[in-house]
């Protein structure tokens, strides 16, 4: 399940707090008001977070872990909250595209100079680093 230690951290504070309340679907871009607002607050905190490591919460840090929580996958300092399998696949896959983009061959479409790219890889290789 993705994102599993955010929603344990809900159930753990919803129990410890003994809260009750309705949830309501609401359906992405259907104009709702608030959900718009909720969208461009995840984004701009996503956007943030990406170019400042202090906005990362340390999510083993969230709840008091009641709930039954056997190990938590951790990858460089960072918890794994994402189905394991897919996330290692996409870190191998990820490896190999760097590996690829350092053909000599190839090299020159992943230069800031190369003009029909959309990639901003200065910030990109800034990430992978």
């Given at each position: 399940?993705?994102?599993?230690?955010?929603?344990?951290?809900?159930?753990?504070?919803?129990?410890?707090?003994?809260?009750?309340?309705?949830?309501?679907?609401?359906?992405?871009?259907?104009?709702?008001?608030?959900?718009?607002?909720?969208?461009?607050?995840?984004?701009?905190?996503?956007?943030?977070?990406?170019?400042?490591?202090?906005?990362?919460?340390?999510?083993?840090?969230?709840?008091?872990?009641?709930?039954?929580?056997?190990?938590?996958?951790?990858?460089?300092?960072?918890?794994?909250?994402?189905?394991?399998?897919?996330?290692?696949?996409?870190?191998?896959?990820?490896?190999?595209?760097?590996?690829?983009?350092?053909?000599?061959?190839?090299?020159?479409?992943?230069?800031?100079?190369?003009?029909?790219?959309?990639?901003?890889?200065?910030?990109?290789w800034q990430y992978v680093?």
């Amino acid at each position: 399940m993705n994102n599993y230690i955010i929603l344990f951290t809900i159930y753990d504070f919803i129990k410890t707090k003994s809260l009750t309340f309705n949830l309501h679907k609401v359906r992405r871009y259907s104009g709702n008001r608030w959900n718009d607002m909720a969208d461009e607050i995840a984004k701009q905190e996503r956007n943030a977070a990406s170019c400042n490591n202090d906005r990362i919460i340390d999510t083993r840090l969230l709840c008091n872990f009641s709930f039954p929580l056997t190990f938590l996958p951790v990858w460089h300092n960072i918890s794994i909250d994402r189905h394991i399998r897919l996330f290692t696949r996409l870190v191998a896959n990820s490896l190999e595209e760097v590996q690829w983009s350092f053909n000599k061959y190839w090299s020159f479409y992943f230069e800031e100079t190369f003009t029909t790219s959309r990639w901003h890889w200065g910030l990109f290789w800034q990430y992978v680093n």
